[in-house]
């Protein structure tokens, strides 16, 4: 797999290392070098591009601004940002545009073959995905075994029926599953993700909770028994409960 990829920096130093590492790693592309933000995205706009090097405080358009605008575009599922930076200041601001990975300056060529490893095994679990996505698009919801999560730079597999139940908060959400002491970690909203999920199989509850129908242990007229875990159901979502509550009589 070759991934085309463009590299942006204001520092032409900075740029010449960086384009430099890109030309000595086999499944890179160099396809533009850019000294600013606001040319990058013209060239973003016209070509084709699944890498983004990018450095942050840049004149005119910064990096994080760049990045906001792709996350928004037509690219956005196809184009991910790799920060390089001398500032670490960024990084939480990085995580929140879903960036594959955030190399501090200087960086050697081992960090950034590193972080153009972890581009390379995103767009492999993506297109594999996609591809069986293809194969099955006539298939029901419940047909979809997996989902894939962002989780500390790295795309996680997780199988579906292995969900307990979701808890969504302020910037992030908790994805709870079986045989895991620790909930996933997750920049993405609840929306986003229970969109994601087979409809029959999941349901939400609570503004902030969904959960999974199989793994309910008992009920009563306002919460849900998972294991140990007691959920309510507010009453926004009475209605949708209580049909499913008359499938337990």
């Not at 095994?121 to 594999?128: G, L, S, T």
């Not at 959960?211 to 949708?240: A, C, D, F, H, M």
């Amino acid at each position: 797999m070759i991934l085309n990829c463009i590299a942006v920096d204001d520092e032409p130093v900075s740029l010449n290392l960086l384009c430099s590492y890109i030309e000595q790693t086999p499944f890179l592309n160099l396809t533009g070098r850019y000294s600013n933000g606001i040319e990058a995205l013209k060239a973003l706009d016209i070509n084709q591009t699944d890498i983004v090097f990018l450095d942050i405080r840049m004149a005119d358009l910064s990096g994080i601004e760049l990045a906001r605008i792709v996350e928004q575009s037509k690219n956005k599922n196809n184009t991910r940002i790799i920060f390089t930076t001398a500032y670490d200041q960024y990084a939480i601001e990085s995580y929140k545009v879903d960036a594959v990975d955030y190399l501090l300056k200087p960086f050697s060529f081992v960090d950034f073959s590193r972080a153009a490893k972890k581009a390379q095994n995103y767009f492999e679990i993506i297109r594999n995905h996609r591809s069986a996505t293809d194969i099955k698009e006539s298939a029901a919801d419940k047909e979809k075994q997996y989902i894939y999560l962002k989780v500390d730079y790295q795309l996680v597999k997780v199988d579906i029926n292995d969900i307990l139940y979701i808890e969504g908060q302020k910037d992030y959400i908790k994805v709870f599953v079986v045989n895991e002491p620790k909930p996933l970690l997750t920049l993405t909203s609840l929306k986003t993700l229970e969109e994601k999920l087979p409809p029959a199989d999941f349901m939400r509850l609570h503004r902030s909770f969904i959960v999974s129908l199989q793994k309910i242990k008992s009920v009563t007229k306002n919460s849900v028994q998972l294991g140990q875990t007691t959920i309510p159901v507010t009453e926004q979502y009475k209605e949708i409960f209580q049909k499913f509550l008359s499938t337990w009589v």
